[in-house]
């Protein structure tokens, strides 16, 4: 089955469809999935020419890596809503695989720490590595606080699928419970809880997750994202790519289509109405409902005309809310198997400055080539996945991720993409031996085997992904994102509705949720009670 086409190569298009979606990320494809299946006409435009968003994987010189997935939490607990999710959206051919006792691996420094699956397990092996009585105590209080904290999150989200005449009578209290939590920041949460620094380090050691660092993240961000790999860590088998391949077998069966190389320009608005889009070639689609997963200043700032009044004060709300930082992707691929090379599956979080992760942060930022990384991330996707022998026999292949500031490639911007001139290329080796640098540190044996790597930088970013200035995850985390109540499916345009991760929270986990509040906003139905019913 030919799961997508080119807009590029005159596709056979229909003058109108029920809904139109911008870009084909997790958010786009999950909401696709429910509306075709309720008999809505979709056609899902993609920029890129490959599908999939920060799922899709790129392919170099026989080796292919995810350039947005590394792991994903509760998805192989086949109880739990995201597998019965995934199940609903994907069926039987998107599996999972279990990456084991212990998913992330922390190094601050010399010393290294580890997460183990399971709550009581993690909670256990955690207080294995903090022996203290009064580490014991804040281990507890913390465990304590990541749930009462994300016990309130369902209220949270499921309020921004409401329509606003509900919304006006319970949004509030519905919203409360988590914004207490949320209006904190991690710092604050965690160091009313306890004083032990390194504690706290190893805690928040997964920010890089969402992004932000303690003092300036959210709670509510963090919480969400500890709860999430609680139970461990899962890759989807086959690399991120079969989450596409999955899904879009769905769409298209239902009679909806997926084209790629197909960039939207202009969201049409007549009369205060979404009704189309235009294409970059000029041409124009109609809809009756137009959905963007583009990303909120996106969507905003460049996909809709600056005369439309009924925005003004919107788009004033919305520049108050910053993109968050950009990154740097180094990947490396081997002529060896994982086996052979003796990879594991746990991912390595190193922090080569100390406990302070803010500080480091700091630093790095002020002066990225004086200052060391403040985060190093290590994942082994070949050693994930059980099938990439199978698709690559004989090879293996790392990827590390680190933060940039956005515009540490500013005086490139104007250049194209494999053109950017020497001195880019010459400044992306010096960062990306600096990665290898610490990479060899922890796999010594693959010092000498490294058959290829290539480093993105927040220009690919902006190439590839649209994202304007190259960030990682969207907007930022931070208290005032979660006090930001126009992050939902409506708009103040009418038949104009957002989805993706800046309307619920970075990560596979809520770009799949916001794909279904997008959905269930549309047809007013409650999706999630649907699926757990089903
Ligand atoms: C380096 C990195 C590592 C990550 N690792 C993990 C991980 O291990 N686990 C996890 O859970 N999450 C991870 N994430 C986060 C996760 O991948 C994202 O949060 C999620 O995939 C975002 O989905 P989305 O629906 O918001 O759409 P996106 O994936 O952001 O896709 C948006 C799409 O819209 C398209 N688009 C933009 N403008 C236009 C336009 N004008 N016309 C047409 N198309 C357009 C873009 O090309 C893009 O394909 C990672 C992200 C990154 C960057």
Redesign the pocket.
């Known amino acids: 089955m030919k799961l997508y086409g080119s807009y590029k190569q005159n596709p056979l298009l229909e003058d109108k469809y029920d809904v139109i979606l911008?870009?084909?990320?997790?958010?786009?494809l999950t909401a696709a999935v429910f509306l075709s299946e309720q008999g809505k006409k979709v056609l899902i435009?993609?920029?890129?020419y490959t599908p999939?968003?920060?799922?899709h994987t790129y392919t170099r010189n026989d080796y292919e890596w995810d350039?947005?997935?590394?792991?994903?939490g509760e998805v192989h607990r086949p109880q739990s809503i995201m597998a019965k999710l995934f199940h609903y959206i994907a069926g039987d051919e998107l599996q999972w695989a279990d990456m084991g006792e212990i998913f992330d691996r922390i190094v601050i420094q010399d010393r290294e720490y580890s997460l183990h699956k399971g709550k009581a397990n993690y909670i256990e092996q955690l207080k294995r590595q903090f022996p203290l009585e009064e580490d014991h105590i804040a281990i507890d209080k913390y465990i304590q606080a990541v749930f009462d904290c994300t016990k309130t999150a369902n209220n949270f989200f499921a309020e921004k699928a409401m329509p606003n005449y509900i919304s006006m009578f319970v949004g509030n209290s519905m919203r409360s419970g988590f914004l207490k939590h949320a209006q904190k920041t991690t710092l604050e949460v965690l160091q009313e809880i306890t004083d032990n620094k390194e504690l706290i380090a190893v805690l928040t050691a997964q920010y890089g997750?969402y992004g932000l660092p303690p003092s300036k993240s959210s709670f509510a961000i963090h919480a969400t994202v500890v709860k999430h790999y609680l139970s461990g860590g899962a890759y989807p088998v086959g690399g991120s790519a079969s989450i596409f391949n999955s899904i879009a077998k769905k769409i298209i069966d239902k009679g909806g289509k997926v084209l790629v190389s197909?960039?939207?320009?202009q969201i049409l608005i007549h009369k205060g109405k979404a009704v189309g889009v235009r294409m970059k070639d000029g041409k124009t689609i109609s809809a009756n409902i137009v959905i963007s997963?583009?990303?909120l200043h996106?969507t905003f700032k460049k996909?809709i005309s600056d005369d439309e009044l009924k925005l003004q004060s919107f788009k004033k709300q919305i520049s108050n809310l910053k993109s968050s930082y950009g990154?740097l992707?180094l990947y490396i691929g081997l002529k060896y198997t994982a086996d052979e090379l003796g990879l594991n599956k746990a991912n390595i979080w190193y922090y080569p400055n100390g406990n302070d992760h803010d500080q480091a942060v700091q630093n790095f930022m002020s002066n990225p080539m004086e200052n060391e990384f403040p985060v190093v991330y290590i994942s082994f996707p070949s050693a994930k996945d059980p099938k990439f022998s199978e698709r690559y026999p004989g090879r293996a292949t790392i990827e590390i991720?680190s933060v940039i500031p956005n515009d540490f490639f500013e005086q490139w911007n104007d250049t194209r993409w494999k053109k950017r001139g020497e001195d880019y290329e010459d400044l992306k080796e010096v960062l990306a031996q600096r990665l290898l640098k610490h990479l060899y540190r922890f796999v010594p044996q693959i010092e000498g085997k490294v058959d290829f790597y290539e480093l993105s930088t927040p220009l690919t970013?902006k190439h590839?992904?649209?994202y304007q200035r190259g960030e990682?995850?969207?907007l930022d985390h931070t208290p005032e994102r979660f006090e930001s109540k126009f992050l939902k499916p409506s708009t103040p345009i009418s038949q104009l509705y957002l989805?993706?991760?800046?309307i619920v929270s970075?990560?596979?986990?809520?770009?799949l949720m916001?794909?279904v509040l997008t959905a269930s906003a549309i047809l007013n139905t409650n999706l999630v009670e649907k699926v757990m019913k089903s």
């Open positions: 911008i870009g084909s990320g997790l958010g786009c435009l993609e920029k890129h999939g968003g920060f799922t350039v947005g997935v590394h792991y994903i997750d197909a960039a939207v320009e997963g583009a990303g996106n996909l990154h992707s991720v970013t590839f992904a649209n990682v995850y969207g989805t993706g991760q800046d970075v990560g596979i986990g809520g770009a916001s794909g």
